[in-house]
């Protein structure tokens, strides 16, 4: 199961973690962000490379807002506590694992 980050833990979860991690910015109202999140849990059961965490934009204002974010689903690769890259939308499995083979290069 993904974690749940806020804009309260981001920095010690995100910004400081030593595992590069996908965050999935979403919101419970967002239909292509309920099809995309059992993916993504896929694969964070699946990779050791990535962890994936989940942010809901609705309750973590803040951090959508530093990330610049207009549209959800949106997913940002962080890397050494940097966005390194992101995905709008949601996508089939094969894609988003190649993007994020991509962003971890």
Known sequence: MAADVTDSNFQAEVI???VPTLVDFWAPWCGPCRKVSPILE???GEREDVRVVKLNTDDNQA???KYGI???PTMIMFKNGAPVGQIVGAHPKP???AEIDRMLG
């Open 16 to 18: 400081e973690s030593d």
């Open 42 to 44: 896929q694969i964070d």
């Open 63 to 65: 951090t959508a807002a």
């Open 70 to 72: 207009m549209s959800i």
């Open 95 to 97: 894609r988003l694992n």
